[in-house]
């Protein structure tokens, strides 16, 4: 079974540009969260999808954003690039129930922004 | 306002003897824990989890403790081995039925040969 796949790995902005990144969950997982990872910092959780909706969201402005397909992808979108947006992206795939099943993560998208 | 919180962002150890990794955290209505695990160039990886009800739980090498009165999370590894050297961090459920995890900042763990 395929793991969570993530597009690009690597992405050079500059400031004020706008960005996309892209994630493929596993097969069959309708849950995809997305995270951003700086140093000292840990992950922080950005917003997770769930049936192309967005079910929870974290305490990020709103020049990030995300969506989800009918076929699970999702997509997060960064709009005006500020400097402390470079990070490493990760996004995680889970199956829906009421247990507590883990997030599979992908390798992350690293975005640097000049 | 971190919630989670690893203390200790790098610790080293040698190969055969136990890692023990800390976790605090601040709010008692936290639900299940879990630990992943991540390498460089890799996305992070499931580890263990327990649930708030229990006080512990084992998986081979690796046990994690809850003390629920102190609001800390422990990852004990035994024996270490050199492949374990990775970062690891801790995350927190808020309430059952969300993926809002909620992580700590990690612990880079070295286990010397």
């Known amino acids: 079974k395929a793991g969570v796949t993530q597009t690009p790995r690597y992405l050079i902005k500059t400031r004020g540009q706008q960005v996309t990144l892209s994630c493929s969950p596993i097969s069959g997982h309708r849950s995809v969260s997305w995270y951003q990872q700086t140093p000292g910092q840990g992950l922080q959780f950005l917003f997770e999808?769930?049936?192309?909706?967005?079910?929870n969201k974290g305490n990020f402005p709103g020049r990030f954003s995300g969506r989800q397909f009918s076929n699970s992808r999702s997509e997060m979108n960064v709009s005006t690039l500020e400097l402390g947006d470079s990070a490493l992206y990760l996004c995680a795939s889970s199956l829906d129930t009421t247990t507590h099943n883990e997030q599979f993560f992908g390798p992350g998208t690293r975005l640097t922004v000049l | 306002d971190q919630q989670v919180k690893q203390n200790s962002p790098s610790l080293s150890v040698q190969e055969g003897r136990i890692s023990i990794l800390n976790c605090d955290y601040t709010n008692s209505m936290f639900d299940y824990f879990l630990w992943y695990k991540k390498y460089p160039a890799e996305g992070p990886t499931f580890l263990i989890s327990i649930s708030s009800i229990k006080d512990k739980n084992e998986d081979g090498r690796f046990t994690v403790f809850l003390n629920k009165s102190a609001k800390h999370l422990s990852l004990h590894i035994v024996p270490s081995q050199p492949g374990d050297s990775a970062v690891y961090f801790c995350?927190?459920?808020?309430?059952?039925?969300?993926?809002?995890?909620?992580f700590g900042t990690g612990t880079r763990l070295k286990v010397l040969a």
């Open positions: 995350a927190a459920i808020p309430y059952s039925g969300t993926y809002k995890y909620i």
């Open positions: 999808y769930f049936s192309e909706t967005q079910r």
